[in-house]
């Protein structure tokens, strides 16, 4: 199989079990990727088994078809041992890649081989040329971009790095950054970096202004984005330097596979054809019908808030049809803008999603009380309900009627993938010699999959009187491969004088090479497989002793900064929405002979390294490092300051531990997806001085490119035209229980909504204490000047063994847990 290079146009399918398998193979993807047992962000999905790696790779390898396996998921310590056998397993299968999130499995795979290839999930939150600099060392061979860069910054990214680049076309998005998003495990213990995302964003809230709540009308899913349909930007992707065109849907059926691959294969094919394409007004429809909530092109064309979002629903609704005109005794009257038909399926709209809402089939279409046959393209249309589908007197004037699905549609996709169907045939070149007493020697070239085989006749041939071989003859003969993965391009034929074998034979040669070709096809490519160091069992490197506890407070104000400065805190991390304040904050800080850490954005894009240089003039002591381009910026940089990584770069067991610290970092902060025993786990077999646990704050839940603020209270599309009311006004987002959650804003626009009740870890100081950890973080968010020097105390008398930890947390009326991801993952 052939790898993807800078120079491939591929078509990246995705496939939750073997029907959506076949349907993205037969109608033309170039490559599928897929989850195998528990280890992928689609735990819910059906999901492929180790065992059937064998057979899944055959299959599509027989069809030229790549086939990556998603392991993009954050792997805990204790399980680093089961996810090396998956790694064995899919080498041993011949897996094309593997795609990850976890930076320590990077590692690991490496340790194992050193070819096989790897992809950077979305989940490694890689947003700059920065960010997949640092990638290098690993030899990944595909970065998958966050959803969020844009045209001209996906161009800049591929300018300036030699990998092939991989971005989402279609299907849904997420409002958060990809690895960025902890609201499903704060709230319900299923985190999304562990595949069990509950979608938390897809939920009705409230909008809360300055503590008032502001008046939406029927918008309430304000963090519920459109789906992303780029089909008529295909051009500007490939001309931007896009390799892979990556379809989002693993959960999706087959015919919505088999739907959208094979509109977008039509339209990588006109532009590699060099013909002008745009997809139908009815092929946009068909995209629809599959699933839509909406379409957008995300951020590829820019950022345009007041587009991303309806905020009216949150599930798939198909294809706006109209809206109800009248209600009849048995029908609703309905200017219809797309075409209906009997049997169809419709849901009427009175803006209430969270309710039931009246829907079901078809039964009759008419006009002026006059039935009609067949497809009904436009007009005013009385629509007839099965009568045991609707209830008519719930139906009113002015509600909206959606078409939900289409059974002929549904039909004409089933048939693409109900048979085992070739999307298109392979060309085979064939080279005859022989002479007269000799075998028919016959080599075979399938060059597309860079094999060939050789077959000679068992039988020799013989002098012709009549009808001697000939090339057309061959042709003929050769080319009879129908229901075959093949078509005869040529045949070349050099023999001695004039001979003659009987068809018999030449169909029999025929027939066994094909299937020798195919048996090629489908053995597994070999990769290089290095002794197996294994090391996740190693022994326990941290004795433990008595260490002197460092406090360090987290401020997100100068109020909070000169509060911490009073105390007895170590170090004070600012971490400002409106970086210009910094100066201030160091200002401070020295005034009191405190040192101070300025932390970067969670997020670095093409051209914000402006950002990084005003943190290295504001001359802080160190740099809270949270992102992978920031990193690499700065180590390019030789920056002679301590680098502190955040929880943002995921790290959730040794071996992503060591390679950042190993990369340049001084210290590291776990991931907010472990619990304490799976922190514990990490810190056991972690260089425990250089680990910083975070022990008091507001879980950062959303991080997204999508401003609250811009979108509901300006009239602007982005910060060039919003006003900025993020300035003047505070914004919370209230939940269905009543929690209202601070949104907050940061340089670059993005906001982070904040979880409403602190969470605390005291209650394990004592067991960190006893490991060894030495360095403990306490974050602020709203809190005022005397909170701030409250809790700080409170955290001091607990290191210190003078309060316990279940007297800090209840005093705090705090969320008594640390990190918060159980889930079904853990037993």
Not at 250 to 256: A, I, Q, T
Not at 463 to 491: D, H
Not at 511 to 524: G, M, S
Not at 665 to 674: A, E, F, G, N, V
């Amino acid at each position: 199989m052939k790898r993807i290079t800078k120079d491939t146009i591929e078509l990246l399918a995705p496939v939750g079990n073997w029907e959506c398998l076949r349907a993205a193979v037969a109608n033309g993807a170039d490559a599928i990727y897929f989850g195998v047992d528990k280890y992928n962000a689609r735990v819910r999905a059906k999901n492929f088994q180790m065992d059937e790696l064998p057979e899944i790779m055959a299959y599509l390898h027989k069809y030229n078809v790549r086939g990556y396996v998603t392991f993009n998921i954050l792997i805990f310590e204790n399980e680093l041992s089961e996810a090396r056998q998956l790694v064995h397993a899919c080498i041993d299968a011949g897996v094309d890649a593997l795609i990850v999130q976890d930076l320590g499995l990077v590692e690991t795979i490496r340790e194992i081989s050193l070819d096989f290839p790897i992809h950077g999930s979305t989940q490694m939150t890689v947003t700059s040329a920065e960010a997949v600099e640092f990638l290098k060392p690993f030899d990944i061979e595909v970065v998958v971009l966050g959803r969020e860069n844009n045209l001209k910054q996906i161009k800049t990214i591929s300018d300036n790095s030699q990998l092939p680049i991989e971005v989402f076309v279609h299907g849904a998005l997420c409002v958060s950054y990809s690895g960025q998003c902890l609201t499903s495990e704060m709230w319900g213990g299923r985190s999304a970096n562990r595949g069990e995302c509950a979608q938390a964003c897809r939920l009705p809230y409230d909008l809360i202004v300055d503590g008032e709540r502001k008046e939406m009308g029927n918008i309430a899913y304000v963090l519920s984005p459109k789906d992303l349909a780029a089909i008529e930007l295909v051009p500007e992707l490939i001309e931007a330097g896009v390799s892979s065109l990556k379809i989002e849907g693993r959960m999706k059926s087959p015919e919505y596979v088999a739907n959208v691959v094979s509109k977008y294969r039509k339209a990588i094919d006109e532009y590699i054809a060099g013909r002008n394409y745009s997809p139908s007004k009815e092929e946009l429809r068909e995209l629809e019908q599959s699933f839509s909530r909406g379409f957008t092109y995300g951020f590829l064309r820019g950022t345009n808030h007041k587009a991303l979002l309806d905020g009216t629903y949150p599930k798939s609704r198909g294809i706006l049809l109209g809206r109800v005109k009248k209600v009849l005794k048995d029908a609703v009257l309905c200017e219809i803008q797309a075409p209906l038909k009997r049997g169809d399926g419709i849901v009427f709209d009175r803006g209430r999603p969270d309710q039931k809402e009246e829907g079901g089939r078809v039964y009759d279409l008419r006009k002026k009380g006059v039935k009609l046959e067949g497809e009904v393209l436009e007009g005013l249309i009385e629509i007839v309900p099965g009568r045991h589908d609707v209830n008519l007197t719930k139906v009113g004037i002015g509600d909206k009627i959606w078409k939900t699905s289409d059974q002929e549609l549904e039909r004409r996709l089933q048939k693409t993938f109900e048979t085992e169907r070739v999307y298109r045939l392979f060309p085979l070149k064939v080279k005859v010699t022989g002479k007269v007493g000799k075998p028919l020697v016959t080599h075979w070239f399938d060059e597309e999959a860079d094999i060939a085989v050789t077959i000679e006749s068992n039988v020799n041939l013989e002098l012709a009187n009549k009808r001697p071989l000939t090339t057309e003859f061959l042709m003929e003969q050769f080319g009879r491969l129908g229901g075959t993965i093949y078509e005869l391009e040529n045949v070349q034929l050099h023999v001695s004088g004039d001979v003659i074998l009987s068809m018999k034979e030449l169909n029999k040669m025929r027939r066994e090479a094909v299937d020798l070709l195919i048996e090629k096809r489908q053995q597994p490519h070999i990769y290089m497989k290095n002794s197996d160091r294994t090391t996740e069992n190693r022994a326990k490197i941290n004795p433990n002793k008595a260490v002197s506890a460092k406090l360090i407070s987290l401020c997100r104000s100068i109020e909070q900064v000169e509060a911490s400065c009073k105390t007895d805190a170590d170090y004070i991390y600012a971490d400002f929405e409106f970086t210009k304040d910094y100066p201030e904050a160091v200002r401070i800080t020295r005034q009191y002979g405190k040192l101070i850490a300025l932390a970067t954005p969670r997020i670095h894009m093409p051209g914000e390294q402006g950002v990084l240089n005003g943190i290295l003039r504001a001359k802080p002591d160190a740099i809270l490092v949270r992102n992978l381009g920031a990193l690499q910026y700065y180590l390019d940089q030789n920056v002679d300051l301590p680098l502190i990584g955040d929880f943002s770069l995921n790290i959730a067991n040794h071996k992503a531990a060591e390679m950042f610290l190993n990369r340049g970092l001084k210290r590291i902060t776990p991931s907010y997806d472990l619990n304490i025993q799976q922190m514990v786990d990490l810190l056991k077999v972690t260089r425990i001085g250089d680990v910083e646990v975070v022990i008091h704050q507001h879980l950062p839940m959303y991080h997204t490119e999508h401003c609250v603020y811009c979108t509901f209270l300006s009239e602007g599309t982005d910060f060039t035209n919003c006003g900025r009311p993020c300035e003047d006004h505070r914004i919370s987002l209230e939940d269905r229980v009543g929690f209202s959650h601070p949104v907050r804003v940061d340089v670059g626009c993005r906001n982070t909504v904040f979880n409403a009740i602190e969470q605390s870890g005291a209650e394990y100081v004592s067991d960190f204490l006893e490991l060894g950890v030495s360095h403990f973080r306490v974050e602020f968010l709203e809190e005022t000047g005397s909170k701030v020097k409250e809790v700080i105390q409170l955290y001091r008398e607990a290191l210190e063994g003078k309060r316990t930890g279940t007297s800090v947390w209840k005093t705090l009326k705090a969320t008594n847990q640390l990190g918060v991801t159980r889930g079904q993952l853990v037993k």
